[in-house]
């Protein structure tokens, strides 16, 4: 895809940071609106993640403007919002490659540019990068510069506030930018995030702070007294006490679209000493009303056409797993009033909306705070509610000890709808959903089951949800096959398998989606098939009987190999002394990267010519 870069006269000349800085201040907002245009032109040809960037496009300019990139460290929280961030900083003409296989990283990326600083994906670590590369850079005594960027719905999570904590204690060079538009994925929540919302009308504040210095700015003794009165007016009109109680000097609200106040406060900031809070307010979407007015809808996008007012509707096809999660979360709830649902900001993505429509009073969106959604579960259990934590494989990650300590330890009935389990595509290494079966599978008390379609995923769901002890049903991110949905009541005996096919010598034993193909392998190797469903308790009795029966046996799943659900069969038959030949098919001892899930699984083998392959290898 070629762009014309005739049409941005400015841009065209920044092949770095450092051609940015020496264009002339006056010039910044013409440089501001040739990204903006560049970023709808290019997104809307090539897909991916779009309003976050619209937002900090003069934030970027600002930045790298006053800061000396790469040699003072920029850290961008999350990274939805840091295409803007790649145009300058050499990738611009790789823009459309953004998300492809082989194309640029959908987030800053250590390997792929010395800008980006840190690797990212997951939200809110970018306040404790910061403060780490602080420490060094003052060790380093070379005077370079630390700056985080992160949004009002990554502030919500307990590591950044474990961050400000800490920075504000030792006292490190660093500026904070608090990225102020009121949005993380979905709507934030939360009473910080609704304190920072007033703060939009923070003009009294500003008016009167500013009135009272130029009144008593020329009378020496007042000077204490000033500047105690501010203090005091901070504390009724805004919460830059609770960042200053924290250790930081806070400085805000101001506006985030204007490129040249912005260069001017950063500035002046970055001379300042000690750890600095600069609260910048923006829109998300800006400059394009359609993404303005819907920043969800537009938050990722696929090609679509600037000009038109909706994005292109994907052509009809089969429910994802969200939306039947979703859809069995609505049919329960019209018959159990117990039912509570939880989601760490990912109501959208999780097939939520429907629900949290429906039954608001039953439906709790924590805000980015998986370890508290775990715990914020156990509680609703121990209080005789059934809570049902709808949460990313990648994220629950960020759970793990609550899981384990507060939720599995005391046995609690706590349903974990686990999304995006297995490979995921476009987002790449931190999104991939390759370990949940491995970290889970260790844990005592846990049921783990694993759907092939979306028949068992609702049989799956309705199971965990009746038991008195925790549970897990994972699948992965895409659609079902087109099978009939079960009612609400029905069932499956805890720790069976089903037989799909009779064959010799070899048997696949499939965990999850991965049947499909296993299937076509299977006709094709003239092997035996199980669909294994539970992946803890593993269905023994089957494993026993296919293991007195074949030569060879082939678990494959959507998960890594080490630790998984292959490795708890490779146990039991070690246990019970059995010796046969068993190969475990998986995803590989390696992060996965970025592509279609239809492009990992082909190159990882784990597609039915990928599964052939190595079972003839193996069996040759």
């Known amino acids: 895809m070629t762009t014309n870069l005739a049409d941005y006269p400015l841009l065209a000349q920044i092949n770095s940071p450092k051609d940015l800085r020496n264009i002339p201040q006056a010039q910044l907002s013409r440089v501001s609106n040739e990204l903006r245009n560049f970023l709808l032109n290019s997104v809307s040809k090539s897909s991916g993640h779009f309003a976050s960037g619209l937002g900090t496009i003069e934030l970027t300019v600002a930045l790298h403007y006053v800061y000396d990139t790469p040699f003072d460290h920029l850290i961008w929280d999350v990274g939805h919002q840091a295409y803007p961030h790649k145009i300058i900083t050499g990738r611009r003409d790789q823009l459309h490659t953004i998300r492809q296989k082989e194309g640029l990283h959908p987030f800053p990326w250590r390997e792929e540019s010395e800008y980006d600083t840190l690797s990212v994906g997951h939200s809110s670590t970018s306040i404790s990068a910061a403060l780490g590369l602080a420490v060094a850079a003052e060790k380093e005594g070379k005077d370079r510069k630390t700056v985080a960027v992160i949004g009002d719905g990554a502030i919500t999570a307990g590591m950044a506030f474990e961050a400000l904590n800490h920075a504000g204690d030792i006292n490190k060079d660093m500026l904070v930018i608090l990225n102020d538009n009121e949005m993380s994925i979905s709507e934030n929540v939360g009473a910080l995030n609704n304190h920072l919302a007033k703060m939009l009308s923070g003009s009294l504040y500003t008016g009167l702070r500013e009135g009272s210095k130029r009144i008593l700015k020329n009378i020496p003794p007042i000077k204490e007294l000033a500047s105690r009165a501010e203090e005091h007016l901070k504390g009724m009109v805004v919460p830059s006490t609770f960042f200053e109680e924290l250790g930081f000097n806070y400085i805000g609200p101001i506006d985030g679209h204007d490129v040249n106040g912005l260069v001017d406060t950063i500035k002046n900031m970055r001379s300042l000493k000690g750890p600095q809070l600069l609260h910048i307010v923006t829109k998300k979407g800006k400059g394009y009303q359609a993404a303005e ?328």
């Open 293 to 620: 007015q819907d920043p969800i809808k537009y938050h990722a996008v696929p090609k679509f056409n600037p000009s038109e007012v909706n994005l292109p509707k994907s052509k009809p096809s089969l429910p994802t797993y969200s939306q039947i999660f979703g859809d069995w979360l609505c049919k329960t709830a019209e018959v159990d009033k117990d039912l509570v649902a939880i989601t760490p900001a990912m109501r959208e993505g999780s097939g939520m909306v429907e629900f949290s429509q429906r039954f608001p009073e039953q439906y709790f969106d924590v805000a980015i705070a998986e370890q508290h959604a775990v715990t914020y579960a156990a509680g609703l259990a121990i209080g005789g509610q059934k809570p049902v934590v709808a949460i990313y494989s990648s994220f629950l990650q960020r759970g793990y000890d609550q899981l384990i300590h507060d939720v599995a330890i005391q046995n609690l009935p706590v349903l974990f709808a686990v999304d995006r389990a297995g490979i995921v595509g476009a987002d790449g290494a931190t999104h991939q959903g390759s370990f949940d079966l491995s970290f889970l599978r260790c844990i005592p008390n846990m049921v783990i089951m694993a759907p092939a379609n979306e028949r068992e995923c609702q049989l799956m769901l309705n199971t965990g949800y009746q038991l008195q002890q925790p549970a897990v049903v994972r699948y992965p991110r895409g659609s079902g096959t087109g099978e009939s949905l079960p009612s609400i009541d029905e069932t499956i005996e805890l720790g069976k398998g089903v037989e799909i096919r009779q064959g010799k010598k070899v048997a696949l034993l499939s965990f999850g989606t991965m049947l499909k193909e296993a299937n076509i392998a299977a006709d094709a190797l003239d092997a035996s098939l199980v669909d294994m469903r539970f992946v803890k308790p593993l269905d023994e009795s089957l494993i026993d009987e296919l293991a007195n029966s074949h030569d060879y046996l082939v678990t494959v799943e959507d998960n890594a190999i080490a630790g998984g659900a292959g490795s708890g069969v490779n146990e039991y038959l070690l246990a019970q002394g059995k010796a046969i030949k068993v190969l475990n098919i998986g995803i590989p001892d390696q992060f996965i990267k970025h592509g279609t899930q239809e492009q990992m699984h082909h190159e990882h083998g784990l597609d039915a010519q990928g599964i052939i392959d190595k079972v003839n290898a193996f069996i040759a």
